[in-house]
């Protein structure tokens, strides 16, 4: 599996969006069927995140399993910017640019034939909102995996202090405004660190960032703080739902304490309303991004790959 960086768009006067392409490498000079793209969303609640955090099992598996390019962008991040007018539009651009700019891209660069017309979208957490939105455009995705998106955003749940991040300390409001005079923010390190004796990784409570985005989550004030002007429905991917909705496949964690399960049963449900071709897909005793660190070798994989296929046997 063979990586390329490009900058799909600039921004605020020469910002780069960036995105990451990987794809077999050409063995021989044999003409080949254009193959098909798959755009892959991270999450980070909309402020934080990077191309370069995203599941290497997940990666190999599209490329060599599914026979997919993957684009992994990055986009920019709130609170400078809302939430529409930087990750939702940047997605946009990025889908654009994948379906007309990318092909020709790539056989020039690096002799790859791929098909802009065959593009499938994967997103998760607040990438899987951003997935649900292309589901909007002109032409859409060929098909949508959407990883415990956020969705149904006016519910009480996600402006109510969520239980999972009741212990994260209370910072000094000076030290959380410093996220506002970062500039533009497109990729952020994880915000999480290993430590010596501890089984899991914990937040990295030294950068601001970690501190504004687990402060907002713990007191239910995240969207509003990434929406800013309160119009919910213009965000809300649900809104955009349709009888001609591309085929769209649901993933969430049984155990979800984040991004609570009954949002993507209650979106799943409500586009097999439509007649929409949707799947849904629960991995028990699972929480929130449980696909980040899974290995191809964990039981629950075949879920993962089960939403890979499902792509596959539509594009």
């Known amino acids: 599996m063979i990586v390329t960086e490009y900058v799909y768009s600039t921004v605020n006067g020469g910002v780069p969006l960036k995105a990451d392409v990987y794809y077999k490498s050409v063995t021989n000079d044999a003409v080949r069927e254009a193959g098909p793209i798959v755009l892959v969303i991270y999450g980070g ?19 060599h399993e599914f026979d997919f390019t993957v684009v992994v962008p990055d986009y920019r991040h709130c609170p400078t910017v809302s939430v ?11 889908f654009s640019w994948t379906c007309k700019e990318l092909p020709a891209l790539l056989s020039r660069d690096v002799g790859v034939s791929v098909d802009g017309g065959r593009v499938a979208v994967i997103g998760s957490s607040a990438g899987g909102t951003l997935a649900l939105h292309l589901g909007s455009a002109t032409p859409p995705p060929k098909a949508i995996v959407s990883y415990f998106p956020a969705v149904y955003l006016k519910d009480p749940f996600w402006h109510s202090p969520m239980e999972v991040f009741s212990q994260v300390p209370r910072f000094p409001q000076a030290f959380l405004d410093k996220v506002n005079s970062e500039g533009i923010v497109t990729s952020t390190p994880s915000s999480f660190r290993r430590v010596p004796d501890s089984p899991k990784p914990v937040p990295d409570f030294s950068r601001p960032r970690t501190a504004y985005l687990l402060s907002n989550l713990r007191d239910g004030t995240l969207f509003r703080n990434v929406v800013q002007d309160g119009d919910y429905e213009r965000v809300d991917p649900v809104e955009l739902f349709s009888a001609k909705f591309p085929p769209t496949c649901f993933v969430h964690g049984s155990e979800d304490k984040m991004c609570h399960p009954i949002f993507s049963k209650t979106a799943y449900e409500s586009l097999r309303s439509l007649g929409v071709d949707t799947e849904l897909l629960i991995a028990d005793g699972e929480g929130h991004d449980f696909e ?9 994989f075949s879920i993962i790959r089960n939403s890979h296929r499902f792509i596959a046997e539509r594009v």
């Open 45 to 63: 609640g909309f402020v934080g995140g990077s191309k370069a955090a995203v599941s290497k099992a997940r990666l190999e598996s599209l490329v």
């Open 84 to 94: 529409f007018q930087g990750p939702i539009a940047d997605i946009h651009t990025c």
């Open 292 to 300: 980040s660190s899974m290995s191809k070798d964990h039981p629950h």
